[in-house]
């Protein structure tokens, strides 16, 4: 690598090109014959991965000006230590030089012809060697300047700053947490999942990662969401490669694929718990923030199962009780202009909630509300529903808090939900716009 060595202070080269302007070739058309300008002017943030290999940037100098088909010359090399300081002084900066061991660069004088808008130069920075510096309060970059031009050059857009960072590729679930697929007992008997890991960076290596069960993340997910979901049995499904899931050059993602044998099932939440163990890249490191998927299986029966539940005021209880808008009986008399109002000038806070006590027992549910007609301030935001055989100790189901809707008079259909066996449902509204009550104008049920 050649590095000219500067001796003249940036404030003197600063007036040779004291003509320059902004980097807006509609500006300087009429003004300039001729204006050179780095395209990635000022500092340039640059992620390089650590992969073992190096990393290419591409410099770009634009001619513009009012004659595009002249001839012109200009030199883009690195500043020298008493170029960038004098830099450093005048704009308040703190960069300092990466070391020349860091990168390659070849000083160049770029000639353009009659035909050349844009020049080309290549950097390769170094990533193993940069990774080895050590932290600063200065920022290190590599400092570009242009200069020695017959031209102008544009003293705005006459140096470019490139800020490497280091980053360790990781390899991560795109989906994390818990995440419901819903199976019917309808259609065919092997149903075909798939999650995807992802390599967020353009991927050119042939590497395997390896996915196991942890079923100590279900444990925690039960107890902390005080729900009941059950492990996906062994017999159940199949992962492709028993886990190993294979990236090839040019994809950034690779699916584990779970197949699914829904014969094997009964109506209810099965959870499979998965964790990223490894990955066969010597550079690449497990993303500690999204190697964990709680991969939900909701085994239901198609909709045409279920049959609709006479509701009477008897099977219904409220809370808090009384009511002092409305009534049970105005919420299943199948009259869109009345309504039931839990209790908003109470003491009691949200959630309030309505339990429903069925006449036999169920696994599978659906049910369907409608919003006050004339005000929607109650409107359900956030629901929980709870199942009991005992109507004393219930256990939570479900939380619903999307697509549910908000206009005054609309109406929601849930899809087909299931849960351990229950006699007893509790529907808990949690969120809603006036933050101390509910309403509903028509409720409705249906169980398997």
Wanted: proline fraction near 4%; charge should be negative; charged fraction near 20%.
């Amino acid at each position: 690598m050649r590095k000219n060595k500067l001796f003249i202070g940036l404030a003197a080269m600063l007036l040779l090109t004291q003509s320059g302007c902004e980097d807006n070739k509609g500006e300087f058309l009429d003004d300039f014959s001729t204006i050179l300008y780095f395209k990635n002017s000022g500092e340039v943030p640059l992620t390089l991965y650590k992969t073992g290999e190096n990393t290419d940037y591409t410099i770009i100098v634009n001619k513009a000006g009012s004659d595009l088909t002249a001839t012109t010359d200009v030199s883009v090399t690195v500043m020298d230590q008493s170029s960038l300081a004098v830099y450093n002084a005048e704009y308040g900066t703190m960069y300092k030089e990466i070391p020349a061991n860091c990168y390659t660069f070849q000083d160049d004088k770029l000639q353009f012809a009659s035909t050349e808008t844009y020049k080309n130069l290549k950097v390769s920075l170094i990533t193993t060697e940069i990774d080895k510096l050590e932290a600063s309060e200065s920022t290190y970059v590599i400092p570009f300047e242009m200069r020695d031009s017959a031209d102008s050059i544009n003293a705005k857009k006459r140096v470019l700053f490139i800020k490497p960072k280091v980053v360790v590729p990781k390899v991560y679930f795109d989906k994390t947490g818990y995440q419901v697929n819903t199976v019917s007992d309808e259609g065919a008997t092997q149903i075909s999942l798939a999650l995807p890991l992802v390599l967020p960076l353009e991927n050119k290596w042939n590497f395997n990662c390896t996915v196991g069960i942890n079923a100590a993340l279900l444990e925690a997910y039960n107890q902390q969401n005080e729900v009941d979901y059950a492990l996906l049995p062994s017999n159940a499904y199949t992962m492709n490669q028993d886990g190993i899931v294979a990236f090839t050059p040019g994809n950034m993602a690779s699916n584990l694929a779970i197949n699914i044998t829904r014969s094997s099932l009964s109506y209810g939440n099965y959870v499979l718990p998965l964790q990223l163990n490894s990955c066969s890249h010597s550079t690449f490191v497990i993303d500690a923030a999204k190697n964990t998927c709680l991969f939900g299986v909701s085994y239901v029966p198609n909709e045409s199962k279920l049959s609709t539940v006479t509701l009477t005021e008897s099977m219904i209880g409220i809370f808090p009780n009384p009511t002092n808008e409305g009534s049970i009986a105005e919420m299943i008399d199948g009259k869109s202009d009345t309504y039931y109002h839990s209790n908003w000038s109470g003491t009691h806070p949200l959630p309030h909630y309505i339990d429903v006590k069925l006449s036999k027992e169920s696994t599978a549910f659906l049910f369907e509300y409608q919003i006050r007609h004339n005000n929607n301030n109650g409107a359900p935001q956030q629901i929980s529903i709870y199942g009991s055989m005992d109507g004393v100790n219930f256990k939570k189901i479900t939380t619903l808090t999307e697509n549910l809707p908000a206009g005054k008079g609309e109406k929601y259909k849930s899809s087909v939900l299931v849960g351990k066996s229950f006699k007893h449902l509790r529907f808990s509204v949690e969120k809603t716009p006036n933050g101390n009550s509910f309403a509903f104008a028509e409720f409705k049920l249906s169980i398997n």
